[in-house]
């Protein structure tokens, strides 16, 4: 009887672990995708020094948040997300909006990747 309580207790403790990380994974893939979206609108605006001061914050933002996804996701995915976001601060401050929208864009497909490999789907277990 002991080993069924314990083989249940690990169950219950294994499956409220991937909610956990699935929940975090998810809450910072979603503000992430907001903060996107605001330097693009600030891009689209043309208001050059405020998408450089929030391209400088989304760089902080994810670099402190890519130790814990580090944690949780496949690294290439992130390496390649982190490359990514690298660009951000210069390519504003020199003005290549078509290129900092190019990586904005490449960023937010990534993000969504990184989430949707994260899902509990049968063709992410299998």
């Not at 002991?2 to 991937?18: D, P």
């Not at 405020?50 to 994810?62: D, G, P, Q």
């Amino acid at each position: 009887m002991k080993r069924i309580i314990f083989a249940f207790a690990l169950m219950f403790f294994l499956i409220g672990f991937n909610f956990f990380c699935f929940y975090t994974v998810s809450e910072i893939g979603a503000e992430a995708l907001e903060k996107l979206d605001y330097i693009y609108g600030t891009l689209a605006v043309g208001d050059a020094s405020k998408t450089a001061e929030e391209c400088e914050k989304f760089t902080e933002y994810w670099l402190s948040e890519q130790h814990i996804l580090s944690l949780i996701v496949r690294h290439n995915l992130l390496e390649q997300t982190t490359s990514s976001v690298a660009r951000f601060v210069p390519l504003s401050e020199f003005g290549e909006k078509g290129e900092l929208a190019s990586e904005i864009n490449r960023c937010r497909i990534l993000i969504e990747e990184i989430w949707d490999s994260e899902r509990p789907l049968l063709r992410n277990i299998f």
